[in-house]
T-cell receptor, first 113, second 115 residues
Framework: AQSVTQLDSQVPVFEEAPVELRCNYS??????LFWYVQYPNQGLQLLLK??????LVKGINGFEAEFNKSQTSFHLRKPSVHISDTAEYFC???????????FGAGTILRVKS | NAGVTQTPKFQVLKTGQSMTLQCAQD?????MSWYRQDPGMGLRLIHY???????DQGEVPNGYNVSRSTTEDFPLRLLSAAPSQTSVYFC??????????????FGEGSRLTVL
């Protein structure tokens, strides 16, 4: 079975600074990888995904992530954050053709002015 | 576009009571699922369905029942509520193998408190 570890429960950062949210996964087979964002009192929405191809994936709102198979990581990055990026971010993994999407515990990004 | 609609948004139950959380989607998605979200634990899969008449268990199925009689609807039933079922519940759907993009579309959540 696959699992996801998000290494930081909270990440405080000042506005316009760069940020990296870390995600490691465990799986014995090939995987699909996702990052979702949850704003307060809302459902989750997809930021970006890796299914195949280029290991550098660009998503919405200026976020990007890099799939590193040897390190089993899928870290999320943004070069310059805004106050509006304050939210909880979830890394998730599923196996190819699998029906179970497994989520990490989440990382709360707090952007300060 | 309605997307994924969950009702009710808030519910308070007493221990031992039963209730049904409703979920409907209008995107003709084959796959539907229920997750619960608890602080520090992320989202955990309760049950899922790959089409009408087909359901299967996720990570935390105990105490919950589901059925899928139509493509659009996927209700979650709590048979005898317990305080441990206090949580926020999310319904999510996506395309099946045909047209698979991986993206799950989430409802806005149903916050359940069991006293």
């Amino acid at each position: 079975a696959q699992s996801v570890t998000q290494l930081d429960s909270q990440v405080p950062v000042f506005e316009e600074a760069p940020v990296e949210l870390r995600c490691n996964y465990s799986s014995s087979v090939s995987v699909y990888l996702f990052w979702y964002v949850q704003y307060p009192n809302q459902g989750l929405q997809l930021l970006l995904k890796y299914l195949s191809g280029s290991t550098l994936v660009k998503g919405i709102n200026g976020f990007e992530a890099e799939f590193n198979k040897s390190q089993t990581s899928f870290h999320l990055r943004k070069p310059s954050v805004h106050i509006s990026d304050t939210a909880e971010y979830f890394c998730a993994v599923s196996t190819l053709g699998g029906n179970k999407l497994v989520f990490g515990a989440g990382t709360i990004l707090r952007v300060k002015s | 576009n309605a997307g994924v609609t969950q009702t009710p948004k808030f519910q308070v139950l007493k221990t031992g009571q039963s209730m049904t959380l409703q979920c409907a989607q209008d995107m003709n998605h084959e796959y539907m699922s229920w997750y619960r979200q608890d602080p520090g634990m992320g989202l955990r899969l309760i049950h899922y369905s790959v089409g009408a008449g087909i359901t299967d268990q996720g990570e935390v199925p105990n105490g919950y029942n589901v059925s899928r009689s139509t493509t659009e609807d996927f209700p979650l039933r709590l048979l005898s509520a317990a305080p441990s079922q206090t949580s926020v519940y999310f319904c999510a759907s996506r395309f099946g193998p045909t047209g698979y993009t991986g993206e799950l579309f989430f409802g806005e959540g149903s916050r359940l408190t069991v006293l």
